[in-house]
């Protein structure tokens, strides 16, 4: 698959890539773990990519704000940090201090200046960079302007550490030869690759050139590598890594649309990890929103796949017009569809046996998806969100479903809808809100079941707000779910589209 790259507000979410060298300009010092909260260093199946930047057990929620304003200037972006504790994440800035923070380039200690047009916090991610045992947030700029040069893009580290973000020990990523529009770290992601490192591996995705690989060693990030694919052209949003082999080495996803196909599907490249580091596999059918996780419990991190349009001649349900979402199962090969590597997916769209049924050509079901386990019962649940779905008569209100997992795969047994109207949530659907654009699951309170986290980045004409649902070993609540915006976090809120980017 050759890769060229195309802008995202998802992390998530490639590569021919540039001969041009990257620097990290970054700070002194590497902080021991303690012992007592020291976490694994290196992330390789989906249940090691924790988000624990203080390593006391508990989750932390990473919201990137690209839009938002800082020192008055527009789309400047910032990032804010929620903290876990046993009763989860605060959502507001009056919790104790410490529990929420607000990162921008006007931080002490973060590179750059904050300036219009930024996006800081377009794309975020956490991994454990340093092998220190603390998680590291990664930050992605990429209307950054090197100089003279426009949108040449940038990243930022800032480490963890026992009391949480170091900002005395941060980092940026840029090209020594900036190219205009390339829009470096518009995706980003972390995880352990391959063996012999310090910690996890950085990757990276541009618009010009796709692919980048960094590794933290002697205080620095160094590229290591650009590995390169055949097959269909990709123009590249998205990413996702798990172990779908069960190798003991993470591997990559990264999707997006293919002009081969006129950008009517999805396309996936996968990268295996391993000893030598990534390397391309195949192509896989689907790919818009990725989320990774064990769904079946076999020990195989399994993948799942977003289809927004709902068109791909592999399904069953080819013409759904409110979206698919694909799911291949890890195994020895990695992850294969139905009839085993290199085939389709299990397809399912809003018509399969068991959900809701009746979609429309908007809903873009599956343009998020995350993969936790919501109840307990030990296998990874998939959620599934559908921002353009109807609710009662609101175009565009946006909806959530949760599917579940079990030792037979994904299944709609248990499954659960819901929408701002549902009984227990706060707020009303209206036409436009978009609820359900962004969607993570996520343990915060260390209960073992992964809450969820669903935005609608346009909210409130375009302000954005978050909501948090509880989970229990029956599936998610509405009762006790609460909202929030960027302001109850000490954040600008205006024109912010608040949740646009969430750290999976």
Known sequence: ??????TTRRTAGSAAVAAASFLLLA???ILAA??????????TAAVDRNSDFDGDGYNDLLTGVPDGTVDGKEGAGYVTVQYGAPNGVGTNNTVPKGEVQLVSQSTKGVPGT?????????????G?????????????????????????GRVTVVHGSAKGLDFERTGTVAATTPVAGARF????????????????????????????????????????GTPRSTGHTLQAAYLTTGDYDSDGFADLVVSGYSPDDDYTKGWSALYAGGAEGLSYQRDLHGGLGTASGDINGDGHDDLVVGQRSGVDETAGDADAPGGLVGVYYGGGDGPAGTEGPGTAP?????????LLGSPGAHDSWGSDVSVADVDGDGYADLAVGGPGEDADGEQGAGAVSLLRGSREGLTATGFQHFDQNTRGIPGAAEAGDGWGAQVRLIDTDGDGRAELV????????????????????????????????AAALGGSAHGAHFGSAIDE
């Not at 454990?128 to 040449?152: N, R």
């Not at 409130?460 to 009762?479: C, F, K």
């Open 1 to 6: 698959m050759s890769i060229t790259t195309r």
């Open 27 to 29: 700070g002194a010092g």
């Open 34 to 43: 303690p012992t007592a909260f020291a976490g694994v260093p290196g992330g």
């Open 114 to 126: 904050s300036e219009t047009g930024d996006h800081f916090g377009q794309a975020v991610a956490t």
């Open 128 to 152: 454990d960079l340093d092998g220190d045992s603390y998680d590291d947030v990664v930050i992605g700029t990429p209307g950054e302007d090197e100089g003279t040069v426009e949108d040449a």
């Open 185 to 224: 770290g518009h995706a980003v992601a972390a995880a352990r690759f391959t063996g012999d490192i310090d910690g996890d591996q950085l990757v990276v995705l541009d618009q010009k050139t796709g692919l980048h690989v960094f590794t933290y060693h002697a205080g620095l990030l160094r590229q290591v």
């Open 346 to 354: 299990q397809w399912w769209s809003q018509n399969s046996p068991g």
């Open 454 to 485: 669903a935005a609608a980045p346009d909210e409130n004409a375009g302000d954005g707000a978050v909501w948090l649902l509880p989970a229990s070993g029956d599936g998610l609540l509405a009762d006790g779910s609460r909202s929030y915006n």
